[in-house]
């Protein structure tokens, strides 16, 4: 058993929830004793045959005397009689006695204290337990009711240390998580969360109980009904008083639903397809986003919170035909131009990972509908280039830097304010490689320390256009430039030192928008318009490489993979592979909406170690973790350099890739902006061991595909960003024939 936490408990209103945690603690070994206080004479008798009270009372004022420092009161009564039981504390109470509560509004609480006391006195610690259930009374207690549930407290400045800390510990001690809040935040989130749906569901069901037609209505009541309703089904004191107490914040939140409910009536009664698809779209990502931080699978904490590792067995083959899934930067463009042009615009091969993913909700929040993704289809609404509107708080971006660099030239325009934010990954990424450009061309915005984010960007700043010579050759930043240059007056140019993917460009002219290309130089004019269309994503090449890589360097394999976008900006994997002897052959050569797409098969052949040219750099950029593995496998020595890029991605992927390289035995030198790789040739190419892929999606997967020429197991570990790209990269991988589990 736990050493105590408190010495006596004194639950004053003995139902589910005051009866819960006198159980919970006594089950916890975490109280001395428990004195129940309740009005009634039977309900004491209950309390004590339940279980719940060592003993219990129906006069406070008895028990009083015996208590001492260290017990703890709990008043656990409706919210109005909160001051009637303070005036009985305020008699006869101990010193060194702590008071806490568990009432659902906590301004009034604070008022009872400030009447009964003249203040609010040191020893009260005001709370409330997030928990709770329709049911109520004595019998509903549960020793589990706590279990994982937020306990918000609301201490004030006279609130002393040892008090708070002994309430602190109490509700840890049933297995609460406590936090701190101002009353005044505190009144204001629960009449929104809790105290407005409470409302809703008693008038509904009251609305349907009135109505001449209930039997039949009850009678057909299904799930649905019984889903939404069953909180009208809680203790009618109890939430009356609530309604009383938190008067001004409920009737807030009640006017913004009653707006809310008049727009959907008039969508209902005008037939508005789109409204109520913008309506219901964004309740399900919101519903279904609250669900996964239910959870604990926050949307925003997801890279974090879960835990990944990859666990690769040796060898295996890889055979078969596949398809990866789309291509991220046409993706997270499709969202982009598909929300500012006019017109529908229908997606298919939508990418549906993470970082995509995080585009379409800031879209969302900004008020775009968009429907999807289902099954890699998406209809996005456009709004026109002047029809965003502001978010309702900080844009939050995930992993994804290409999402965080481009919106922030398309915000840059913009007329309200925004902020851009992001995981620790991305948190550590150099923006000003995009704020310096946007400055230039009028923006104002803000980086954090050293040029990371968070972005702050504010709005109603007129831009003008610039000719912009990139200093390093990024396509995000050449977009982020162009995208910016949409608002401004005038023409606006980029010219890159080395040729980067030009996706942007190609789906701004597929859009209808003008873009004139002149080698490095694209340019366009701000104030145009985007005409919406169809988009046909194909199978994101950087994911197929690790496919193509796992053939290359593994006897046996064949594989074939399908639709496969091969822009010449984007195929220098397909370059690197062939200059180190890899069979690659490209069949049913295509055109798909502007970009040229291919079925590409491998099959085996032994590699050799090269020297990369510097040019294919820019155009493999995302896929050296990958080609750094094929090198290993190869005859002789590879040399990188002019790859300095390679060290502010997702991590340092030249480092990482070094570290985990030589935890395999492989001899792998990293130089400031390159490696050099001594290959194994044939045979086994790496030994077994624990990797760390410091949350980097490629790393993770490149180490996946070394184990194909491993001769023992390889933990990866930090894998959960896989997802941000590659999504059901596990299960093709296994498809293939690797030998690949998640753990
Ligand atoms: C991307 C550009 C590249 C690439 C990233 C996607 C894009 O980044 O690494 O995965 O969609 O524009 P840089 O522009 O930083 O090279």
Redesign the pocket.
């Known amino acids: 058993m736990a050493e105590p936490k408190i010495g006596r408990l004194v639950v004053v209103g003995i139902g589910l929830i005051g009866g819960s945690l006198a159980l919970a603690l006594k089950a916890a070994g975490a109280c001395r004793e428990v004195i129940g206080v309740a009005r009634r004479a039977r309900t004491c008798e209950q309390a004590v045959e339940l279980g719940i009270a060592d003993r219990a009372v129906t006069d406070l004022g008895e028990i009083l005397p015996q208590l001492e420092p260290g017990d703890v009161v709990f008043v656990a009564v409706p919210t109005l009689a909160v001051e009637s039981v303070f005036a009985d504390l305020q008699r006869g109470l101990p010193a060194g006695v702590t008071v806490t509560d568990g009432a659902s509004v906590k301004g009034s609480v604070v008022a009872a204290a400030e009447k009964v006391w003249g203040r609010v006195p040191e020893f009260l610690v005001p709370g409330h337990p997030i928990a709770g259930s329709e049911q109520s009374g004595v019998t509903a207690a549960r020793d589990d009711l706590y279990i994982a549930h937020r306990i918000i407290l609301t201490p004030l400045a006279d609130t002393a240390a040892e008090h708070l800390a002994r309430v602190e510990a109490m509700w840890r001690a049933v297995g609460g998580e406590v936090l701190n809040m101002p009353v005044d935040e505190h009144d204001e989130v629960l009449a929104a969360t809790s105290h407005l749906p409470h409302v809703i569901a008693y008038g509904l069901v009251d609305t349907l109980a009135h109505d001449a037609e209930n039997e039949n209505i009850f009678r057909y009541a299904a799930g649905g009904f019984r889903d939404f309703t069953r909180i009208a089904s809680s203790d009618p004191v109890m939430w009356r008083d609530i309604m009383l107490a938190n008067r001004e914040a409920i009737l807030k939140a009640i006017d913004l639903y009653t707006a809310n409910l008049a727009s959907l009536r008039a969508a209902v009664a005008a037939g508005d397809s789109e409204h109520l698809m913008g309506v219901f779209t964004r309740a399900k990502a919101a519903r279904d986003h609250f669900t996964k931080m239910l959870a604990r699978k926050a949307y925003t904490d997801s890279m974090q919170a879960q835990e990944v590792t990859f666990i690769a067995q040796p060898g295996g083959t890889v055979t078969g035909k596949l398809r990866v899934p789309g291509d ?2 046409m993706s ?1 463009r499709s969202i982009m131009l598909g929300s500012l042009a006019e017109g529908v615009t229908e997606v298919e091969g939508f990418l549906e990972g993470e970082d995509a993913l995080a585009t379409l909700q800031a879209f969302r929040d900004m008020g775009v509908v968009i429907e999807g993704p289902v099954g890699g289809r998406v209809t996005i609404y456009g709004v026109g280039l002047h029809g965003l509107q502001a978010p309702p708080g900080p844009l939050y971006l995930g992993n994804s ?2 999402s965080m660099r481009l919106l922030a030239g398309l915000l840059a325009g913009q007329a309200f304010d925004v902020t851009l934010t992001g995981d620790e990954s991305l948190s550590k990424r150099p923006m000003n490689r995009v704020a310096d450009p946007l400055r230039e061309m009028g923006a104002a915005i803000e980086t954090g320390p050293e040029g990371r984010p968070p972005l702050v960007i504010k709005g109603g700043r007129k831009l003008h256009g610039i000719d912009y010579r990139l200093p390093m050759a ?4 050449k ?1 982020c430039v162009l995208l910016a240059g949409l608002y401004a007056d005038g023409a606006t140019s980029t010219t890159e030192p080395a040729p ?2 030009d ?1 942007t460009e190609r789906m701004l002219t597929g859009f209808g928008y003008e873009v004139q290309r002149d080698g490095a130089r694209a340019t366009l004019r701000g104030g145009g318009k985007l005409a919406a269309g169809r988009i046909d994503v194909p199978a994101d090449i950087s994911s197929a490489t690790f496919f193509m890589v796992a053939a290359a360097i593994t006897p046996g394999s064949d594989v074939l993979l399908e639709h496969v976008g091969i822009n010449p900006t984007r195929d220098g994997v397909i370059n690197i592979l062939r200059l180190m002897g890899a069979d690659l052959e490209l069949q049913n050569r295509r055109e798909v909406g502007g970009e040229p797409v291919a079925d590409i098969r491998v099959r085996h052949a032994p590699l050799k170690g090269i020297r990369i040219p510097e040019k294919q750099v820019p155009l493999a ?2 896929e050296f973790p990958a080609l750094f593995v094929a090198a290993a496998c190869a005859e002789g020595e590879t040399v990188l350099t002019g790859a300095e ?1 390679l060290r502010v ?1 997702e991590s340092d992927r030249i480092q990482a890739m070094a570290d985990g390289l030589k935890v395999l035995g492989v001899d792998a030198e990293p130089t400031p902006d390159g490696i050099v790789i001594q290959g194994a040739g044939q045979g086994t190419a790496f030994g077994g061991g624990s990797v760390d892929s410091l949350g980097d999606h490629r790393i993770a997967m490149a180490f996946a595909v070394a184990s194909l020429r491993a001769d023992a197991t390889i933990r990866i570990q930090n894998c959960a960003n896989v997802a941000t790209s590659f999504p059901n990269f596990a299960e093709l991988a296994t498809r293939a024939g690797m030998h690949l589990q998640l753990a």
Not at 474 to 477: I, L
Request: proline residues 0%.
């Open positions: 991220k930067s997270h830097g290409t990024s396509a995000q930043v977009s980067t993917r996706h950029i995302d890029e991605k």
